[in-house]
């Protein structure tokens, strides 16, 4: 028993060391538009963000932990014009969504993940569901196939996925103060666990993350900012993002020269916020992988966690620091007390 609340408290302390660096003032004041505001009273804890492959001026969310397994399509005006419920799926904690067009089809490919874990391991396994588009945007309940997954080198929070649009790869980004990219198998398994390998770096408590829809690129987000990253894990630019309650989305629209991100909360609104020109700059051919070769990921690592935590200031070092030491100081009093 002592165990199992020593680790709640360590969660709980995590949370609270996140909230107090993201108090200070991180972010732009002028950076992007808002777009839109989500007008359904049911859409409280949008986690998850995604444009639509088909349908012209429709974005997808979906709630946190705090629902069934649900989605909804949101017009321009913010306002829900359908409700999809899928068979044959659970919702523990989906943390993220991404969107593609199957290339053989043209249809739109739905993708939801269950990814979220606060204690690091309270999961045997975490899964991914494909869904295919629905062509009319009327209610139903679509039928879900479900991928399960397990990381290489243990199990960890995540609350990242995206999609590669030529490929159609897999990854997921985890939520640490040292994150990772992890790469799906090429080809997905129904009949078995399918591992997870470490390919790339992120960086600080990553809340989501989406392939550009050219693939020559891909945006994590933070609670701070957001950085975009060549396929090898190379990164590109940092990019101020509007000051939010709490950070959670991030998509590119369908031309890729902007972002969309968004927020928990009633009522929360989503942003566009442009892509910086140089980021938009012709480049060759990406590979369909952030770096798949270990040498390339190690090399990739330091730079990309290093670039994002010199965005923090001063003061929110100092924060981080003390919540730190008080959150350390109460797991050791407690863990002395349950022995």
């Known amino acids: 028993m002592g165990d199992v609340l020593i680790r709640a408290l360590a969660v709980t302390a995590m949370t609270a060391v996140t909230c107090a660096v993201t108090a200070g003032p ?51 005006d913010g306002r829900t014009k359908a409700t999809f419920h899928l068979r044959g799926a659970e919702a523990r904690d989906w943390e993220a969504m991404a969107a593609t067009k199957d290339p053989s089809t043209g249809r739109g490919v739905l993708w939801f993940a269950d990814i979220g874990d606060n204690l690091d391991g309270a999961w045997p396994d975490i899964s991914v569901y494909k869904v295919t588009e629905p062509q009319s945007l009327r209610d139903a309940t679509l039928p879900a196939v479900r991928y399960r997954f397990r990381y290489e080198d243990g199990a960890r929070n995540a609350e990242g996925l995206m ?66 990253y060549k396929p090898s894990g190379e990164s590109i630019a940092k990019v101020s993002m509007p000051e939010l309650a709490q950070a959670e989305s991030i998509a590119y629209t369908a031309d890729g ?24 700059a012709p480049s060759p051919r990406p590979s369909s992988t952030p770096s798949a070769r270990p040498e390339a990921a190690k090399e990739s690592a330091r730079p990309v966690v290093a670039e994002e935590r010199a965005g923090l200031s001063l003061r929110d070092v100092l924060v981080w620091l003390a919540a730190a030491v008080a959150a350390i100081g109460v797991i050791a009093f407690i863990a002395r007390r349950t022995r």
Do not use: C, Q, W
């Open 26 to 76: 991180a972010f732009a004041d002028d950076a992007g538009e808002k777009l839109f505001t989500f007008r359904d009273s049911r859409i409280t804890e949008s986690s998850g963000l995604a444009v639509s492959p088909t349908h012209d001026g429709v974005y997808y969310t979906h709630n946190d932990s705090s629902d069934a397994p649900v989605f909804y399509a949101v017009g321009p």
């Open 163 to 228: 999609v590669h649009p030529r490929t159609g790869r897999l990854y997921v980004v985890s939520k640490e103060f040292a994150g990772s990219v992890y790469a799906a198998p090429k080809r997905l398994r129904t009949d078995r666990t399918n591992i997870l390998r470490r390919v790339a770096a992120a960086p600080l408590m990553a809340t989501d993350a989406a392939y550009a829809p050219d693939g020559s690129s891909y945006v994590v987000r933070t609670y701070f900012s957001a950085t975009l």
């Open 257 to 280: 020269r902007s972002l969309l991100t968004g927020s928990e909360g009633k009522s929360s609104p989503v942003y566009r916020v442009p892509v910086p020109e140089r980021a938009l």
